[in-house]
């Protein structure tokens, strides 16, 4: 397992949190989420070539919301998260830089790491690469194989040159007859979303075209493990996550989560392995998606090179409760931009809270906030909506005159005001 970062301190709040309600993409409604005490969830992690940008921030924050919420309610959360430290970006990545792979994968990971640490990201508890999970995925595509919902593909020439040889192995999505119930596309999108997304609708040789990879075979030149009856290789991206969650979280946890990219392909076709693996349904309880951040009209993303990287954010001098502030100030679920005004925004907000703490003394009007971010956190995730109570609540208590004599207004050693405590639980804000 790659080890994960350390955890932020986390204050303990009186009383309990609400239970949370999340937009399920699958299904179109707010629902109810963990009815059970331990609380399950899934978070696609990134692929290690290129270090954090605002998206991934803001996809980890969005479910760092979720676990501190969830905390907060009373539950035990099980929060499992993977790296795809082995895939095509990474190695074409390491080879157009000429670099290792396996020495890029590590680095990125790391500087992942600091950032989730700058952010206040609660780590996951159980922090799985690609390359730890091998074993897992060898035994989930055997099992598939053993089953007949997958198929292994004879070699052929590639239409661009040169062969692809025997044996990769593709899963038969159609076996899966709630296939297309997460997202809801009609096929011909579907094809559409999987040529842009890194699936191969036209390789030569597949029953469906949408059918996915679960097993590359050795090719030279790439690294590959023992897959024992599968031969030599290396895994697929979709049955990575899935046989990392069935055997970290178990058939049916609460939520998968990720960016909005992610609902087609990954998310379908990670569910319908799941439902074949397990062979029950649903896989998730929930499927909850984060918009994607924008810079100059364009998604950011690594491919366009259009990239706000934390770590550069960072070494310009942006303090880190302020990024995490600005990205709190949309919805999860908006698509964004950024723009540089963001942090300025954010850092005047910042100061202004703080002023306000340091104005009094916890007071009902802190207790007041505490509930209003329950509130406002159980619905959906509402963090604007939060962000609104708190500037509503530091206005009252910058207009109000001190309750005590200028000299007293110190805190005793070690008490610090309930509104402080509720932002830096909830919020993960640093104030
Ligand atoms: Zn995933």
């Not at 990201?121 to 089953?147: F, N, W």
């Not at 990720?258 to 029950?280: I, R």
């Not at 303090?319 to 964004?336: G, K, M, N, T």
Request: aromatic share 8%; hydrophobic share 40%; charged share 25%.
């Amino acid at each position: 397992m790659t080890s994960r970062w350390p955890a932020p301190p986390l204050p303990l709040l009186p009383d309990r949190g609400l239970p949370v309600r999340l937009y399920d993409t699958a299904t179109g409604f707010t629902v109810p989420t963990a009815p059970d005490r331990v609380a399950r969830m899934y978070v696609c992690g990134i692929t290690p070539y290129d270090a954090t940008h605002l998206g991934h921030a803001t996809t980890y924050i969005a479910f760092d919301l979720l676990n501190r919420a969830w905390r907060d309610g009373g539950h035990d959360v099980r929060y499992v998260q993977n790296v795809t430290d082995v895939d095509d970006p990474l190695l074409e990545r390491a080879a157009a830089t000429g670099r290792d792979w396996r020495e890029l994968a590590g680095e990125q990971t790391d500087l992942f790491a600091d950032d989730m640490v700058a952010l206040a990201v609660l780590p996951p508890d159980s922090y799985v690469g690609a390359v730890d999970a091998i074993p897992l995925v060898v035994e989930a595509t055997q099992r598939l194989l053993a089953a007949g919902h997958a198929y292994p593909l004879p070699g052929h020439e590639r239409p661009e040159g040169g062969t692809e040889p025997d044996g990769d192995i593709y899963f038969s999505v159609h076996a899966d007859p709630r296939f297309g119930s997460i997202s809801g596309l009609d096929e011909a999108s579907m094809i559409e979303v999987f040529a842009e997304r890194g699936g191969d609708p036209e390789r030569p040789g597949k029953k469906h075209p949408l059918d996915c990879l679960l097993w590359r075979v050795a090719r030279p030149g790439e690294p590959s493990w023992d897959g024992g009856t599968l031969g030599h290789g290396r895994p697929g991206w979709h049955i990575e996550c899935t046989a990392i969650a069935l055997h970290h979280l178990g058939m049916t946890f609460d939520v998968q989560g990720g960016g909005s990219d992610l609902v087609f392909p990954h998310h379908e076709m990670g569910a319908a392995e799941g439902h074949l693996l397990a062979g029950s349904w649903p896989y998730a309880r929930a499927y909850a998606h984060v918009g994607m951040v924008g810079l100059d009209g364009h998604k950011m993303s690594k491919s366009r090179g259009n990239l706000v990287l934390v770590s550069q954010l960072r070494r310009d001098g942006a303090e880190p409760a302020a990024i995490r502030l600005a990205i709190l100030s949309h919805h999860y679920r908006s698509d964004w931009e950024w723009t540089p005004f963001a942090l300025d925004r954010a850092n005047l907000r910042l100061a202004t809270w703080r002023a306000a703490l340091a104005a009094g003394d916890s007071g009902p009007a802190d207790e007041h906030l505490l509930l209003a971010l329950r509130e406002r956190l159980a619905d959906d995730l509402d963090a604007p909506g939060a962000v609104k109570a708190v500037d509503r609540w530091a206005a009252s208590q910058l207009a109000a005159p001190p309750s005590v004599p200028q000299d007293d207004r110190r805190h005793p050693v070690g008490a610090e005001r309930l509104a402080g405590l509720a932002i830096r639980a909830l919020l993960g804000v640093e104030v």
